[in-house]
Structure formats: structure tokens, C-alpha cells
């Protein structure tokens, strides 16, 4: 099975497992590809913000991942709710509606509550009887239990199954074009589950790098409620740089040191990802072509089957 860390970074396209497909994004458009209930593809493009994506913003380090971070949250979004009307049949996909968003928004809400609040206040027990840095890394120790743990749970459930079975089909194909083979089932499934620009590594990341920003904060004293704020305030520079780091190790795979320094994130990925069938590499075939397509013809938003 080929190798992720041996393909020289020429390449820049992401995306992930949306409901029942996957979505991908290049430098100029993004398509989702999702499987109907009549077993057919359904495939939706759209044109990236230029204004963004081709700005000098771009360019700076730091900015440059909170704004992308930014956008492709939206873009995920937007894809997840696209993705879901299509695999339940609905005859006219739309990318809004007010229980979709209240959803996502509970979710958000719930994710910070879940890895930001609870490790703090798990840790604030045991504050007054340690020494901060030993707070630091109990609070870092169960955020980094919960994360897991959280993964392996959903990962249970059928549903979410599937949506992994999807996401290892995105990875497969990426690597498969990153690699210069054509884009054929067959070959596709030749190749490994695993990127080194997963989401899932940029949220390991993220929860590693919490211990060392969050840890100068045991040693003021704040308040408790104080010191909560401070840490939901520092999520979006602790984002960015976890960016900047997965971009660097992505360009530098040849090194063996960065290699070495990856192989946890790259084990994190055979917990979000699943070996993909074949009608899922189809379904992640067509939504990479439509979207090299796409990038090659000048996008207009379109919809086809």
C-alpha cells in the first residue's frame, strides 16, 4: 500500500466525508459528490472566494490559517447540509434552513463545553494541591482523554461508520492523485487511508499545543470564569499555529525527524477513517474530477446527476 509520507507536497486539494459523500476543495472551486437514495451520484459545484483564497492574506503566516480555517468551516457547513438533503431525498437541496443551524450552532457549543470547559474545571480541582505546570497537564491529559474517547464512541455508531468509510475515500483518492495515477477504483483503493493534512491530525495537533498556551495561565491566579474566557479567547491563535505546523510538516516529509513527529497523527486517522467500498471511491472520484473540472473551466454553480 503506498505510502502518504513518501509523496513529495506538490499538491494543495482537501476536502472531507460529508453525508453519504465527500466533499472536495481546490484553490478556485469545491464539488460534493453524494450518493442518492436511487443509488446515483449527485454532484454540486461552486466557486471559491477569490477575494480571499487569492488575496495577499493568503500568503501571511498565521492570518492566513484563521482565515482558511474560517472558510473552510463554512464550506463543510454547507457541504454537511447539502449532503444530508440529497441522501434523504429531498427534491430540491438547500444549503440553509434554521433547525440545520441550530444544530451546528448546538454542536459548536457543545465542542467548546466539551474540550475547552471540562478539562479546565476537571483540573481546577486539583489546583489548589499542585503546582501549575502539573494543572497544565492534567487539564491537557483529559482533553486529550476526552477527544479520543469521544472519537472511539461516535466511531460506533452506524451512521458515523459510513461517513468514515467516506472519509477514507477522500484521503485514498488524494493520495492516488498526489501520487499522478489515474483516478480509477482500482487504483484508488490501492492507497493508503491515511494524509498528513487530515482534519483529524489538525485537531490532534491543536489539542497538543492547548497544554503549552493554556499552561502561562495557571500561574496568574485568575478566577475561574476568567480563566475560561482566556482559554476560549486563545482557541483561534492556538488554530493557527497548529495550521502553520501542519502545513510545514506537510511540505517537509522527506525529513526523517518530521516523519517521526507525525506518526500520531497519523495513527489518529485508523479512528476516523474506514476502508471504503467501492461505490464510495466512486462517489469520491466524481466529486475530485468535478472539481479539477471545475478549476480548468471557469466554475459556475451548478447541480447535475
Known sequence: ???????????????QAVIEGVMMRGSKAMAVGVRNPQGEIVLHTQPLNQKLYGSQMMRIPFVRGLTMLWDALGLG???????????LGTQEAKFSGPVAWGTIA???VFGLGLFILLPKG??????????????????GGVRLVIFVAYI???GQMSDIKRVFGYHGAEHKTINAYEAGVELTVANVQ???????RCGTAFLLTVVVLSIFFFAPLNTLGLPLIVSLITRLLLVPVVAMVAYEYIR???RHLRNPIVRAAIVPNLA???????????QMIEVAIAAFNKMMESERAGVQETAVS
Open 152 to 154: 472511539g464512541l461516535i
Open 268 to 278: 489518529l486517522q485508523a479512528m476516523t477513517t474506514r476502508q471504503p467500498d467501492d
Open 1 to 15: 500500500m503506498p505510502n502518504p509520507t513518501t509523496i513529495a507536497p506538490k499538491f494543495n486539494y482537501g476536502g
Open 106 to 108: 448546538f454542536a459548536l
Open 248 to 250: 510545514f510538516s506537510a
Open 77 to 87: 457547513m454547507r457541504s454537511l447540509m447539502y449532503s444530508a438533503d440529497v441522501a
Open 190 to 196: 490501492r492507497f493508503s487511508l491515511a494524509h498528513p
Open 122 to 139: 476537571v483540573a481546577a480541582l486539583v489546583e489548589s494541591s499542585v503546582t501549575p505546570i502539573v494543572s497544565a497537564l492534567i487539564e
